[in-house]
């Protein structure tokens, strides 16, 4: 066995470099550099805040119109940008972000690896790779975002605490919560596969920082909910091609009179499907599917935030592996993973930047919508344990609750 290992290992090596070329090719020809564009109005607003004294959400990025959107607990969270030169924020923002990645491979791509017998650095290595020419990834670290952390926090928490039962399930979940308000689909998720201790502790933990955050700055808390949270304004226009939500899709059909019924409608359906998935389906498989359909259902959902999509991807991939080799179900899920892959690197959607009519406008400027939806419907999922019961914990992750 060591002597095969041998054998492999300049192999590895050798493919590992090559689609490292091929990936930094591709990137360079593809990407938009975006200059860390949303990490300087973190940044310029926490300054602003801290060192003079203004209001959180009156600060506007100069020659721009985008200010701070989050809650104020996210700006207690980032604190540290006060008392660091830009230069430090940007190494902080990409090491953090590498260490999400890292933790997000480590529980999903590794035990894949040592179940199909491929060597664990090359499985990482590869996966890394193929993630940094996935768009809404690559548009992560460009725009200095929070989404590869807020990821973490629900996964780890899923992934270890709710499937290992600690004590402390829901904590994740809450604080990813109170930094974004995206997240809070997770608490909804604890409450539909009836992990009630988890619900209430991951509820209490939102309420409490917000609260926190409320006690530091009463008046950035009234403005948040009473003003800026209502404000879409200050996010973008619904119909920008890069909001790849359920509420972008129905605005691109009429930008001046977008249908808030249609809306509805469509998101009530999702939410029912997913309901009926995740009920039955395993915590891994609950992280992805929830993922999904929380960029299905937020209003905005930008491009760089489908990194939520990642869970389900690579689940696709493990799902048509357990498929007998050959097997037409093994093909089709390859080539839907393929395909979905690749749509979500091609930067398609923005060929219709400049105009989205006729039915080619609708179906091409909502790619990323469908793909979305298709994962949601079609994701092999695996059961879980019974109802209320811890998942157990399992040496490898991705196998657990089979």
Request: aromatic share 12%; charged share 15%.
């Amino acid at each position: 066995m060591i002597e095969r290992a041998a054998r492999r290992t300049p192999k590895e090596a050798a493919a590992v470099a090559g689609l490292a070329v091929a990936v930094a090719v591709f990137v360079g020809f593809t990407a938009v550099r975006h200059g860390f564009f949303d990490l300087k109005v973190y940044y310029g607003a926490v300054n602003y805040w801290i060192h003079d004294g203004g209001m959180l959400y009156d600060y506007l990025k100069p020659n721009s119109k985008y200010g701070f959107t989050y809650p104020p607990f996210a700006a207690i969270v980032m604190l540290p940008m006060a008392v660091v030169p830009w230069p430090v924020a940007i190494v902080i923002s990409v090491l953090l972000s590498l260490g999400a990645t890292f933790a997000l491979l480590w529980w999903l791509v590794l035990p894949l690896a040592r179940r199909e017998g491929w060597t664990p650095w090359f499985a990482l290595a590869v996966a890394f790779l193929l993630m940094a020419a996935f768009e809404p990834y690559r548009e992560t670290i460009s725009f200095g975002q929070v989404n590869m952390l807020l990821l973490f926090l629900v996964a780890a928490d899923l992934l270890v605490a709710v499937r290992g039962g600690r004590r402390w399930a829901g904590v994740g979940i809450g604080l990813a919560t109170a930094i974004k308000l995206t997240p809070g689909i997770f608490i909804l998720y604890l409450l539909v596969t009836r992990r009630w201790r988890a619900t209430v502790t991951a509820a209490a933990t939102a309420t409490a920082a917000t609260l926190l955050a409320a006690a530091v700055d009463p008046a950035a808390s009234r403005e948040f909910w009473i003003s800026a949270l209502w404000d879409t304004d200050r996010v973008g226009s619904l119909s920008f091609v890069s909001n790849q939500s359920l509420r972008g899709l129905v605005a691109r059909l009429s930008p001046e009179h977008p249908s808030t019924l249609l809306w509805l409608a469509l998101a009530l359906a999702v939410l029912a499907v997913w309901a009926v998935r995740v009920r039955g389906a395993s915590v891994v498989d609950g992280l992805a599917l929830t993922g999904i359909v929380g960029g299905l259902l937020s209003p905005v959902t930008w491009v760089h935030h489908l990194v939520w999509l990642l869970p389900a991807l690579i689940l696709l991939v493990d799902a048509a592996l357990r498929a007998p080799a050959g097997s037409p179900r093994r093909r089709g899920l390859l080539i839907f993973a393929g395909v979905a892959y690749a749509v979500l690197c091609s930067r398609l959607v923005w060929a219709w930047e400049g105009g989205f009519g006729g039915i080619g406008g609708f179906l091409g400027s909502n790619a990323y919508v469908f793909v979305s939806l298709a994962l949601l419907l079609f994701l092999p999922t695996r059961s879980a344990e019974s109802p209320g019961v811890p998942d157990r914990v399992q040496r490898e992750p991705v196998a657990a609750a089979r």
